[in-house]
Nanobody
């Protein structure tokens, strides 16, 4: 089992920045992929940024050049630096740790609200 706790969400004005954190504990070595997702009411949860099993980073087109995903070497903590925020970035943001082969190893955090508004 892996436990995930997000933090860092909040209210920010358009053009502002926020840094989300995802603290992981438990059997972290049992997973090989981690990433950030977001969801708005009535919409599907979408991938924002993630690390592949080889360590590459992949970003949604809507956040390229504005968001940066990072992690510590032990994969205990993952971050999402969000710059130049737009109202359309408003959503609940979730972190996810999972394994690409052993699909039962799929863990989500509880989510953190990000609101971009003036």
């Amino acid at each position: 089992q892996v436990q995930l706790v997000e933090s860092g969400g909040g209210l920010v004005q358009p053009g502002g920045s926020l840094r989300l954190s995802c603290a992981a504990s438990g059997s972290i070595l049992s997973i090989n992929v981690m990433g950030w997702y977001r969801q708005t009411p009535g919409s599907e949860r979408e991938s924002v940024a993630r690390f592949t099993s080889s360590g590459r980073t992949i970003y949604a087109d809507s956040v390229k050049g504005r968001f940066t995903i990072s992690r510590d070497n032990a994969m205990n903590t993952m971050y999402l630096q969000m710059n130049s925020l737009k109202p359309e970035d408003t959503a609940v943001y979730y972190c996810r740790y999972y394994h690409t082969i052993y699909t039962t190893r799929n863990y989500w955090g509880q989510g953190t609200q990000v609101t971009v508004s003036s």
